[in-house]
Each structure stands twice: as C-alpha cells, then as structure tokens.
C-alpha cells in the first residue's frame, strides 16, 4: 500500500507570492490534516478536511487556506508569503475522524521563502 | 489554551541504556500520541493512548490519566534511535474534532 505522498518536496519563493501544496492520502483514508513545522514554534495544527469539508481551523491567519478534493486529495494554499512562511508542512491522513485512528504522516513540503 | 511540556529538551545516552522521555499536559485529553522524526522530516506515530500502558519492541509508552503524564521508556538504547520524540495530546472538543497540540520534541541522540 502506498503511503501518503506530498508534492512538491521542496520549494523556494519569493516574499508576496503565493504557493499551493499537494497531498495525496493512503488509499482509503478521507481525513487529511495538515500542519506547519519551524524551529521557533515546532509543529502547529492548521486545519483538516473530512468528505471535502473543512472541519476543524488552526490559528492561523486567512492567507492560509486548503481544500479536499472528491477523491481525498487535499491541497493547501499560502498567499501573499512572508518570510515566517519558511518551514516544513506536513500532511497527515487517516480513515475516519475518530481520535483514536492512527495519523500516517508524509514526508513534508520544505518551502523557503526569500 | 492546551500546554503540552516536555522532558528534557535534549537527551545523550550511551548505546544500551534505558532512556525515558516525560510529556506533561494541561487539560483533559481524548488520547495522546507518541511520534518519531527522523532528520529529514519524516514522521512516524508510535503509540496512541488514552489510558494504561503500551508495547513494541523495544519501546513502552504510559499514559496516567489523573495526573495529565505520560512517559515513553526505550530500552536497550541503539543509534538508530536518534530521532526527534513528539509527544501530541487530542484534547477534549466537540463534534469529534480531532486537533492535535504537540510538545516541543526531545531531541535524543544514542552514541556507539
């Protein structure tokens, strides 16, 4: 079975532009979160998405948004980026939405902003 | 606002020794995680408890409800086990959302 899968793996871009990352979920799996990982604050929930509805929203500002496809799918957008943009993202999926289902993590976004 | 602290920072051991992590929380949980990085990024969850005690291998992770702790114990320490250890805590919310908060990481490394 393949594992959960994040494209692309690195990214480089430039203050004020915008980026979109994908997440491909294990077959099976309609839960998808995802998640911010710096240095400073080390991993932080943004948001996730079950049957193409966002359920639950971190604390984070506007420009960061996501969406969840038909087929699980789940891409997640920053725009207008700013330098403290630059870390790891993460996405997480699962089967279900209980909390006692194991979370598969995938390999992360690294994005740096310049 | 869920404060999830963890214990210590940063470990050293000597291959073969028995090494334990604490996580101590703020509010009452759903069930709590246990998590691997490896330097890369890549994350991989251990356990996931909400009461008692759980075993693989070489790694047993506690959970004590009525005192908000839990501790992972990895025995035989060896340096493939050098890795980040995340503790995350679900806690208790509505409408079965599930959000998890996570300590800041214990940053164990094992030396031959």
């Known amino acids: 079975k393949a594992g959960v899968t994040q494209t692309p793996r690195y990214l480089i871009k430039t203050r004020g532009q915008q980026v979109t990352l994908s997440c491909s979920p294990i077959?099976?799996?309609?839960?998808v979160s995802w998640y911010q990982q710096t240095p400073g604050q080390g991993l932080q929930f943004l948001f996730e998405y079950f049957s193409e509805t966002q359920r639950n929203k971190g604390n984070f500002p506007g420009r960061f948004s996501g969406r969840q496809f038909s087929n699980s799918r789940s891409e997640m957008n920053v725009s207008t980026l700013e330098l403290g943009d630059s870390a790891l993202y993460l996405c997480a999926t699962k089967v279900g939405t209980t909390s006692t289902d194991t979370q598969y993590f995938g390999p992360g976004t690294r994005l740096t902003v310049l | 606002k869920n404060e999830v602290e963890q214990s210590p920072q940063n470990l050293t051991a000597q291959e073969g020794e028995f090494i334990t992590i604490n996580c101590s929380y703020s509010v009452g949980i759903s069930a709590l995680h246990w998590l691997q990085q490896h330097p890369g990024g890549g994350i991989v969850s251990l356990f996931m408890?909400?009461?008692g005690k759980k075993k693989h291998g070489r790694l047993i992770a506690t959970i004590n409800i009525q005192e908000k702790h839990s501790s992972l114990h990895i025995t035989a320490s060896h340096p493939r086990d050098s890795a980040v250890y995340i503790c995350a805590v679900i806690p208790y919310s509505g409408a079965g959302s599930y959000q998890l908060t996570f300590g800041k990481g214990t940053k164990l490394s094992v030396i031959p």
């Open positions: 077959s099976g799996h309609r839960s």
């Open positions: 408890l909400s009461s």
